[in-house]
């Protein structure tokens, strides 16, 4: 009684039990409406539409396509101008050391990191729609870059280890010298040499472009439902693989080891080779500058965290340990004396600017595609989820537009790939960020350190770096700890986070991506496959039918079974809708049809040899059956394709070749329309098909001489 308990409920849950007026209202026969329209006439009226210019129509293409000039002269500059300038600078201050740190996870320079957190944040104050997330430089879609650019400097023969010098045709050609950058142009058809760090953003910036005019594609056309087959927890498991592998690519440079990067599949599994292969050579320096920065870093992070709503503004640590790291390793001579790995010269000033290598798209293009999706999906939820929770609306088409133009044009100044960024989001809003002009503000604060900080972090050692980017990681490993309450939520979402997370960590980002995808859409299908269906009961004196297994108190109609279906009867699961109703009910027509001949063949042969032809009347009476009517509640069913048809008229005649009749009940528009057009229903049928699962069982009580009556709605 103690386990029925825990899985019934009493009928007073159901709730107010409809009255003896209520269930004798008259019934309507609803017919639904044919709409007839004129196709050549629609498409004539939606070209002509959408041909046509006027000043209304472009003044309102502009101000969608700009979202700025809408809000910008609204801006009520005594309420927001310091929130946004106090948000602004914090995250300015943040992102510094992350622009830097993220560098080395691209694989490229440091000071290319800083353009792309510069340029991000212009181009989405113009573009964008929300007024809270941070555009910017994101762990996960810097590692995906990071993998091919590695991947295409194998390919093109650079030693990874040092910046060795190749043939590379490209129009621009910048070199440092003395802290000041000096270009020329060449021409394309002359030979000339690009060393590691120019072809690796060269790469980068490539992949950039192409996710950039995906991502606007996608907006064109909008395609934004894609997102949708990324679901809460196949992203947060693609996130945690992709954070465990930008672990592994960082933990050379904790233990200031010089092995090469690896990518591919299993490229993880090969850097934790490497890394104890290699073990004996870690710099004792590095080791313990990493150690000093983790003490510092981890603590204070978490008090950030535990205080945010104390602490009008969060703890610049990653700022302070930068600083604090640079000076001792300058004043140290940690790189003379110890060996220790450092950024080395990072210029001031902005590149010239130079268009992708066309050459490489079609090396790059699939990658791309990934990068691309990751981009649009993180930026679009974290927009709509601030966006919920501050009032306000966004535009999803808009926003795949702006990520877009925030990957093309970048692309062509030394940039990678962004998107927005949770951590920064988070800071971001708690600061009182209210616009993008706190975006805007950030910006300024990059482009300080562009023109004049940046060449004082020469001394600042890859290990602190490092660093930075594994603390930074804590949100995303955290979700191993929330794994119990996940499996208790639901296990299937719980099986999704662990293959794509697993995949992702192991394989590869790119294929734990696509890995997680296809396993989610299968569990999707399998769900479909092994739906629910169980028999109803009556709740007494009303018109409700719920299942039998869920609440106590429920009545069966004699001779009348009620079975309710709840998934799309289709190719895939037709097989299990029948076993599942032939279970339910305890009756397979084919089985007793089979037992029928069986006994009709034993009987003849009884009756010939005994010569007695009498007997076989006795023995060809068949036994009587439980019930003569089957009502099908196809409330949960949401649509039926030829084969879900074909299975209903099987259904049917199989039951009726033994003397039970099928009735259909609550069947939607669509469901209905599929029956009329696969012809389940005759003529002189309609009465098989009912509004109502109560209205169903009155027509089966009066057409077996019970009670009832016998009007159809069909």
């Not at 950030?442 to 300080?448: P, R, W």
């Amino acid at each position: 009684m103690a386990a029925e308990a825990n899985h019934t409920h009493s009928l007073d849950e159901l709730g107010e039990v409809k009255d003896d007026k209520q269930r004798l209202q008259p019934r309507i026969s609803l017919e639904p409406i044919k709409k007839r329209t004129d196709v050549k006439a629609h498409l004539l009226k939606n070209v002509k539409r959408s041909c046509s210019c006027t000043p209304a129509r472009a003044k309102d293409f502009i101000f969608s396509f700009f979202p700025v000039l809408k809000w910008l002269p609204k801006y009520n500059l005594k309420e927001d101008i310091l929130g946004d300038v106090m948000s602004g600078i914090i995250v300015g201050i943040l992102l510094v050391p992350q622009s830097i740190a993220y560098s080395l996870l691209a694989g490229q320079e440091p000071i290319y990191g800083l353009y792309t957190s510069f340029f991000a944040n212009i181009i989405y104050f113009l573009f964008g729609t929300s007024r809270h997330i941070s555009v910017g430089i994101f762990g996960v879609l810097c590692l995906m870059i990071g993998e091919v650019v590695g991947r295409e400097l194998q390919r093109a023969g650079y030693d990874s280890q040092a910046n060795t010098v190749g043939s590379y045709p490209t129009d621009l050609l910048t070199f440092v010298n003395n802290g000041t950058l000096e270009s020329f142009t060449v021409n394309q058809t002359s030979q000339f040499s690009c060393d590691r760090s120019c072809y690796a953003i060269t790469v980068g910036a490539t992949v950039t472009f192409i996710a950039g005019i995906y991502q606007v594609v996608m907006g064109f056309f909008q395609v934004g439902f894609i997102s949708v087959y990324l679901s809460d927890a196949l992203l947060s498991g693609f996130v945690t693989g992709a954070s465990l592998t930008i672990l592994t690519s960082q933990a050379k440079y904790l233990l200031g080891l010089n092995i090469p990067r690896t990518s591919g599949i299993g490229s993880s599994v090969m850097t934790w080779i490497n890394i104890f292969r290699n073990i004996h050579k870690t710099n004792i320096c590095d080791l313990i500058t990493s150690c000093l920065c983790l003490l510092v870093l981890i603590p204070t992070k978490e008090l950030n965290e535990r205080f945010k709503s104390k602490l009008k503004v969060p703890l610049p640590t990653e700022l302070l340990v930068v600083v604090v790291a640079t000076l001792v390793s300058h004043f140290g001579k940690l790189k003379e004396n110890y060996g220790s790995s450092i950024a080395g010269h990072i210029p001031t000033g902005f590149l010239p600017p130079q268009s992708p290598d066309w050459n490489l798209i079609p090396s790059v293009a699939m990658d791309a595609v990934a990068i691309s999706i990751i981009g649009f999906a993180i930026t679009v939820s974290l927009s709509e989820m601030f966006a919920k929770k501050h009032g306000y609306t966004v535009k999803p088409n808009q926003e795949m537009y702006a990520i877009g133009f925030c990957n093309i044009i970048p692309s062509f100044f030394h940039c990678f790939t962004t998107s927005a960024a949770l951590a920064k989001t988070l800071v971001k809003e708690s600061t009182g960020c209210r616009t993008q002009i706190s975006g805007v503000v950030t910006s300024f604060v990059i482009l300080l350190v562009l023109l004049v900080i940046a060449p004082l972090f020469f001394s600042l050692q890859k290990c602190v770096l490092g660093v930075i980017t594994i603390v930074n990681l804590r949100g995303a490993l955290r979700k191993f700890s929330d794994l119990p309450k996940m499996w208790r939520l639901s296990k299937v979402d719980t099986v999704i986070w662990v293959v794509t997370m697993i995949s992702s960590a192991l394989i590869s980002t790119e294929l734990g991506l696509l890995i997680g995808v296809c396993f989610s859409m299968l569990c999707v299908v399998f769900r479909t496959q092994r739906p629910e269906g169980r028999l109803l009961g009556w709740v007494p004196e009303s018109e409700i039918y719920e299942p039998l297994p869920a609440y106590r108190g429920l009545q069966t109609k004699p001779g009348i079974r009620i079975f309710r279906f709840e998934a799309p009867i289709y190719y895939a699961n037709k097989e299990s809708f029948k076993s599942m109703l032939y279970k339910e009910t305890g009756i397979n027509p084919l089985w007793e049809m089979a037992a029928r001949r069986k006994a009709e063949k034993h009987s003849k042969k009884t009756a010939s040899a005994a010569g007695n032809q009498a007997e076989v009347s006795v023995h060809l009476v068949p036994q009587p059956l439980e019930f003569h009517t089957i009502v099908l509640d196809c409330s949960a069913v949401q649509f039926l394709d030829t084969a879900g048809i074909h299975t209903l008229k099987e259904v049917r005649k199989d039951y009726g070749e033994i003397g039970i009749q099928v009735l259909l009940a609550q069947c939607n528009l669509s469901v209905r329309d599929s029956l009329r057009r696969g012809e389940y229903m005759k003529k002189d049928e309609k009465q098989f098909l009912f509004h109502g699962v109560h209205q169903a069982v009155d027509y089966a009580q009066c057409a077996s001489g019970q009670n009832g009556t016998c009007d159809s709605d069909a």
